[in-house]
């Protein structure tokens, strides 16, 4: 059981480049969730996907966009990377209809642009 | 705009003691409140939450909410070295989906053997 699989675990980019962030879940989990994390400032929402076909922004979406591919399936893209987004990107899911609190949480993909 | 703080630490316990942290919050409307534990370079994960006013215990964690003073804390009894991690508050107001879910930046334990 993975669980929640996240890939790439570590990438460097140029600013202005593009890349895809991928994340899949095994659980059946409706929600999913990509937030970063940088240092004193927690963990802030980017997107996030309350079922298949659906996504919403969230804290901090500029520069970013995703897409709920299926229900297993919820990828962020970042479409002119910028240094200001180098950060840690984690994808979580879960499976509380109500609260829609993160429960399961990935790896996380350890981003930096030069 | 919604605010979570937490006092970033380190907090240094011994080993057995009991490690108390805090979290307070901006928002009166918030339901829900979470206590994640994220180990150096590891993701995070849920430990704990609660809703109502007063406490809950599991096992070694009992989390306190108190509404009325917007705070909620986490002791954890016994601490281990094992219990050396970056603790998380997360706070929902209960209002639509993700949106309004927010974390704190964490505070950082080491519990000293």
């Known amino acids: 059981n993975a669980g929640v699989t996240q890939t790439p675990k570590f990438q460097v980019l140029k600013t202005g480049q593009s890349m895809t962030l991928q994340c899949a879940q095994d659980?059946?989990?409706?929600?999913m969730y990509w937030y970063r994390q940088d240092p004193g400032m927690g963990l802030r929402l980017i997107y996030y996907s309350a079922s298949e076909g659906t996504t919403d922004k969230g804290e901090v979406p500029n520069g970013y966009n995703v897409s709920r591919l299926n229900k297993r399936e919820f990828s962020l893209r970042l479409e002119s990377a910028a240094p200001s987004q180098t950060s840690v990107y984690f994808c979580?899911?879960?499976?509380?209809?109500?609260?829609?609190?993160?429960?399961?949480f990935g790896d996380g993909t350890r981003l930096s642009i030069l | 705009q919604k605010e979570v703080e937490q006092n970033s630490g380190p907090l240094s316990v011994p080993e057995g003691a009991i490690a108390s942290l805090n979290c307070t919050y901006s928002d009166r409307g918030s339901q829900s409140f979470f206590w994640y534990r994220q180990y150096s370079g590891k993701s995070p994960e849920l430990i704990m939450f609660i809703y109502s006013n007063g406490d809950k215990e599991d096992g070694r964690f009992t989390a306190q909410l108190n509404k009325a003073s917007q705070y909620v804390s986490l002791l954890i009894r016994d601490s281990q070295p094992s219990d050396s991690a970056t603790y998380l508050c997360?706070?929902?107001?209960?209002?639509?989906?993700?949106?309004?879910?927010?974390f704190g930046p964490g505070t950082r334990l080491s519990v000293l053997p």
């Open positions: 659980m059946n989990h409706n929600s």
């Open positions: 997360a706070v929902n107001n209960g209002d639509n989906y993700g949106q309004n879910f927010v």
């Open positions: 979580a899911s879960s499976d509380r209809q109500g609260l829609h609190q993160p429960q399961h």
